[in-house]
């Protein structure tokens, strides 16, 4: 039996991608195994949001070879899609794909001719318009599944590569969304996240449905207890939005909402298509109906030209929201994209210094709401055994707990008292 390792390298996309191309090659009869191993096929899934994603790529490639010179290398993803050339220069590429036609790799990479070279299949992908069926349907023994609803980017925001590498937004056909979550139900998945390039867009390419319907659709079945969403922004959260999110029980009630900047001037900047005004109100809104919501974010410092001022400003926007965690990301330029060409680049001691800043600031608020929860008692849907005793899951609003049971409760949502706080776990105890 031939073996095959698929691996992803950035986000949940890429991710929910390889195991749907792991499948592929099980379904061929190859035994799939990890990318660490020997193996007689590697798929590279790349990333490309920065210029260390391409390198973390290269060197991946290169690794793997090491490991079985004679195997078929196929590299698929974000930096195939933007530099396959760059790629074919890499010693150990065999298959350059990109980020569509990865139905057809199993096909690609059995009438692969070593005699023949770097075969490069990129195609343009901003000409492409229609969602590539890729899903997953075989896997078990888990407690949350993502479900890839939608591809592309048609944002444009000044500091990222994405759109380029995705394409314009493609919306999922419907009935294939829902197959895939009765599928995932019937393997015993509690838990789905909806995810994709640009979530929001779902729908906005097609006349049938919309975010709000495939949401609603996707409640109905049976066997699924929780619904989240990947990363949403502020323009989607309208007061039906929020009014239906308290109105489906399953929907968890937390969002990862996306800012980037508290300052307009830098929001402006980024090419961004809200102001903080905008955000205020989005989070006022979320609130106003889902009272214990939980609200995550991204945040980038040192974009080019941020003064202090500007930081300031981000920094104090972020405190009067009130976010549970910030995932803070010092600015990296990107090649191909106008914010790397600009010559106000911050130095890398300005970006540490102000990531520093708003992570102690993110710890501060996480630890304030955490601490709200000590002596209450709430849901948590367990998904793994840490120790003797000890399970790990997460509550609605995405805290994590580690409850102490003598009776086995993976994937059960289980009633848990909240004892008190560690560091960024709640420590609980079970009530069955």
């Known amino acids: 039996m031939k073996k095959a390792a698929s691996y992803a390298l950035g986000c949940k996309v890429n991710q929910y991608e390889s195991e749907a191309i792991a499948e592929l090659f099980a379904e061929k009869g190859y035994e799939i195994v990890g990318i660490d191993e020997a193996a007689d096929v590697y798929v590279i899934n790349t990333c490309t949001v920065t210029n260390f994603g391409d390198k973390k790529s290269r060197q991946l490639i290169r690794k793997v070879k090491r490991q079985n010179e004679n195997a078929v290398v196929a590299v698929v993803g974000c930096y195939a899609q933007t530099a396959p050339q760059e790629i074919m220069k890499v010693e150990g590429v065999n ?33 492409e318009r229609v969602f590539e069926p890729l899903s997953i349907q075989k896997l078990a023994n888990r407690t949350r599944a993502y479900l890839k609803i939608q591809d592309g980017c048609s944002q444009y925001c000044s500091y990222c590569i994405i ?27 509690k838990e789905v996240v909806l995810t994709g390039i640009h979530v929001a867009s779902y729908g906005k390419d ?16 049976e066997g699924i207890s929780r619904i989240r969403f990947s990363s949403i922004e502020p323009n989607v959260v309208t007061e039906e939005f929020a009014k239906t999110m308290a109105e489906l029980p399953k929907v968890c009630h937390h969002f990862h909402l996306s800012l980037q900047s508290g300052c307009d001037k830098t929001l402006k900047e980024m ?13 006022a809104m979320l609130r106003k109906y889902l009272p214990n919501v939980a609200l995550t974010t991204d945040i980038i410092v040192g974009f080019p030209g941020e003064t202090e001022e500007d930081y300031q400003e981000s920094f104090d926007f972020a405190k009067e929201i009130g976010f549970s965690k910030i995932h803070v990301f010092p600015y990296s330029p990107k090649r191909g994209t106008p ?72 994937n059960r949502i289980v009633l848990t008292k909240i004892t008190h706080i560690d560091e960024e776990n709640a420590l609980g105890e079970v009530i069955l």
Do not use: W
Not at 169 to 184: A, G, H, Q, T
């Open 95 to 127: 298959l350059i794909i990109g980020t569509k036609d990865r139905g057809q790799i199993v096909e690609m990479v059995e009438d692969y001719n070593p005699q023949n070279g770097v075969e490069n299949h990129v195609s343009d992908i901003m000409k």
């Open 163 to 189: 759109p380029y590498a995705r394409g314009p937004i493609r919306s999922r056909e419907p009935k294939d969304v829902l197959e895939e979550v009765r599928c995932l139900a019937k393997n015993g998945f």
């Open 206 to 221: 097609r006349k049938d449905t919309s975010l709000l319907d495939i949401l609603r659709q996707v409640h109905e079945v």
């Open 271 to 283: 090419n961004r298509k809200y102001d903080t005004e905008k955000y205020r109100q989005a989070a």
């Open 339 to 410: 914010a790397a060409e600009r010559r106000d680049q911050l130095p890398n001691s300005v970006k540490t210094e102000r990531s520093h800043k708003l992570l102690a600031l993110s710890d501060e608020m996480s630890t304030g709401f955490l601490d709200g929860y000590v002596g209450q008692s709430v849901e948590v849907l367990y998904e793994k055994q840490v120790t003797a005793g000890v399970y790990e899951g997460h509550t609605s609003n995405y805290i994590k707990v580690h409850g102490r049971s003598e009776e086995e409760i993976t």
